[in-house]
């Protein structure tokens, strides 16, 4: 795969890794850059936020269901920005569950709730960093967005969504489904969608027309600040992360929706 071509226009210094499972667990098939570089995942630390409260809810220590946030929600809509708060403290509320309202202090609320002693890097070092084995990551910020590691790490994140392998099945399905699909929402950096579907932690592609365009409907995952993502197709079991040295901004707007869609055709092919 000819990925230096592909992502000719990013600028920057991106490191890319190409996944693909193939009746077993996913191997790369593709690499760019520097892949041990320690850069920030900005917003992608919401798809690590999302697996520790799966591992949590397999453990019985909490359930979707249970109150969390504002009056009438629960950590299902704050998982799946649908709790009413607004992007930060103090910002505008709506009812709970009836707008996809993206909500950074909506994540930070639940990580810290779960979090044993309100320590929410030793949370999620021990539900998703150590049993993945992403040595060169950590919580250094907020949980919504505080994530550092390396492009190598954050491939292995992703396999553990290709895979399918660090929490129950049942859980995972959950993760990946679009809660309150009806919701109609704004997608950072990209507009306003009717509908705007979002599981529990990662965007859904559905019939959006935006960065995840090439991928199938079923397709999730999340974009950051820092111009880092990971996107995962369960249908052909193929994944791509990527971190970068700039941040996202009308490049990757441009850029990301032919490139991704690229990546995607090619791995199914190799």
């Not at 390396?150 to 994140?157: I, K, M, P």
């Not at 791509?240 to 199914?268: D, E, H, I, N």
Request: proline share 7%.
């Amino acid at each position: 795969m000819e990925l230096a071509r592909i992502v000719a226009d990013w600028p920057g210094d991106p490191a890319v890794i190409v996944l693909r499972a193939d009746d077993g667990p996913a191997e790369v098939v593709a690499t760019l850059g520097d892949l041990d570089a320690v850069r920030p995942w900005a917003s992608v630390s919401k798809l690590v936020v999302a697996l520790a409260v799966g591992v949590d809810v397999d453990a019985g220590r909490v359930h979707y269901e249970d109150a969390a946030g504002p009056p009438g929600a629960t950590v299902a809509h704050l998982l799946s920005h649908s709790s009413g708060l607004g992007l930060e403290s103090g910002d505008h509320r709506r009812p709970v569950g009836t707008r996809r309202v993206y909500s950074n202090v909506g994540i930070d609320l639940i990580a810290r709730a779960l979090a044993p002693a309100e320590d929410a890097a030793r949370w999620i070092a021990d539900r998703v960093l150590d049993p993945l084995g992403l040595v060169a990551s950590s919580l250094t910020g907020r949980p919504a967005a505080g994530m550092r590691g390396s492009t190598r790490d954050l491939a292995r994140l992703a396999a553990a969504y290709v895979d399918r392998s660090l929490l129950a099945p049942a859980t995972h399905d959950r993760i990946a489904t679009a809660y309150l699909p009806e919701l109609d929402g704004v997608v950072p950096g990209f507009g306003r969608f009717v509908p705007c579907p979002w599981g529990l932690g990662p965007e859904l592609h559905g019939d959006k027309q935006h960065w995840m365009a090439g991928w199938p409907a079923r397709a999730f995952g999340h974009f950051g600040r820092s111009g880092a993502l990971a996107l995962v197709d369960p249908v052909d079991h193929v994944a791509v992360v990527a971190t970068s040295t700039v941040a996202f901004g009308p490049w990757a707007v441009a850029g990301w929706p032919t490139w991704l869609g690229q990546v995607r055709a090619r791995a199914r092919e190799a």
